[in-house]
């Protein structure tokens, strides 16, 4: 008994300082994204490694006051090169998840939507392609969904517009390849919702009427799809903060009294 005691003194002193069991999960879902990046030309990840550097203290990783919860991954930036590992759906107290600028290829998970605290997500300018997966509209508190500049195909799935998160803020889906229409439906609302990018893409059909009901939109960039039916200026006559309106390249027609 007293051996095995000293043992786990031992184990302790030489483990450091203590260490919350919750923090060790989620240092081995890092981990585990670790392994899916292939290439990092700058050295990021080297203090990702197990001399005693404490996670909170990798490049990138914000804790909590108290340690014991990741809140926070940016690695944007970096030339990461590799997949976005699915184990980053253990990293349950994240916030803000940026990953933009490297060059992160094959499929967003869809594991992602399990991050139900999430305020940003920014996966922009990676090589991701793919469909945007609908548990993305699973995140409920989102403010930040940036996803432009990718290799994204498909439609914009409904949920994302619809059953998303009603303090969308900003939502950038623009330089990509997807189609289909801008899934706004009637019942649904995105009244926080102050920037809408969805420019260079393959979107047909028409502006929803319903997006008149988003009264705080300051910026809306549709250019360069396969949009069509009337100049939509009946809709943004309603939004009195529109500082920034693009709709070139599409297929609108305009009549006298609606055009803007
Ligand atoms: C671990 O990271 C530290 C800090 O970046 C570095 O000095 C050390 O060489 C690394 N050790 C290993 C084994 O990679
Ligand atoms: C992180 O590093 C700083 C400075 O090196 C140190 O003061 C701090 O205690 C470290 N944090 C943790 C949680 O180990
Ligand atoms: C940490 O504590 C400081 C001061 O108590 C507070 O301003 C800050 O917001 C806290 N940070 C987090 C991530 O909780
Ligand atoms: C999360 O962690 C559990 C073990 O704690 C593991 O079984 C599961 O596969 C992990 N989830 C993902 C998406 O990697
Ligand atoms: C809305 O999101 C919840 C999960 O938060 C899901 O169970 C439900 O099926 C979703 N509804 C629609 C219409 O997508
Ligand atoms: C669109 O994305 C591609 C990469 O997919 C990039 O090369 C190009 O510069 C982007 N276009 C604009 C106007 O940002
Ligand atoms: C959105 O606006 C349409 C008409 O533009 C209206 O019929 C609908 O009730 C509104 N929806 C919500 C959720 O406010």
């Known amino acids: 008994m007293f051996r095995f005691l000293c043992l786990i003194i031992i184990l302790f002193v030489v483990s450091g300082e203590e260490v919350s069991p ?14 899916g990046v292939v290439l990092d030309p700058e050295g990021a990840l080297e203090s990702w490694n197990s001399s005693g550097v404490h996670v909170c203290n990798w490049t990138g990783v914000k804790c909590n006051n108290a340690s ?32 933009s600028r490297n060059f992160f290829e094959g499929h967003i998970p869809a594991e ?45 799935p409904v949920p994302l517009f619809c059953n998303g998160s009603s303090s969308l803020e900003y939502m950038d889906l623009s330089n990509n390849s997807l189609t289909g229409e801008i899934p706004l439906k ?36 549709l250019e360069s799809n396969m949009l069509s039916g009337e100049l939509p200026s009946e809709i943004v006559r309603k939004m009195p903060k529109l500082q920034f309106l693009y709709l070139s390249y599409n297929g609108f027609v305009s009549h006298d009294d609606s055009s803007r």
């Open 68 to 99: 014991d919860h990741v809140v926070q991954l940016d690695l944007s930036g970096l030339s990461l090169r590799g997949r976005i590992s699915p184990a980053l759906a253990n990293l349950s107290s994240l916030l803000v998840l940026d990953l």
């Open 22 to 35: 919750r923090i060790v999960k989620e240092r081995i879902s890092l981990l585990s994204f670790r392994s």
């Open 186 to 221: 009637n019942e649904c609302k995105l009244g926080a919702l102050r920037f809408l990018l969805l420019w260079s893409n393959r979107l047909v059909g028409r502006v929803p009427r319903t997006l008149s009901n988003s009264t705080n939109l300051e910026w809306l960039d």
């Open 112 to 156: 992602l939507g399990d991050l139900l605290q999430l305020r940003q997500l920014s996966l922009s300018w990676n090589l991701l392609g793919g469909n945007i997966p609908e548990e993305l509209g699973f995140l409920h508190h989102l403010v930040y969904l940036d996803l432009g500049s990718n290799r994204l195909a498909g439609d914009i």
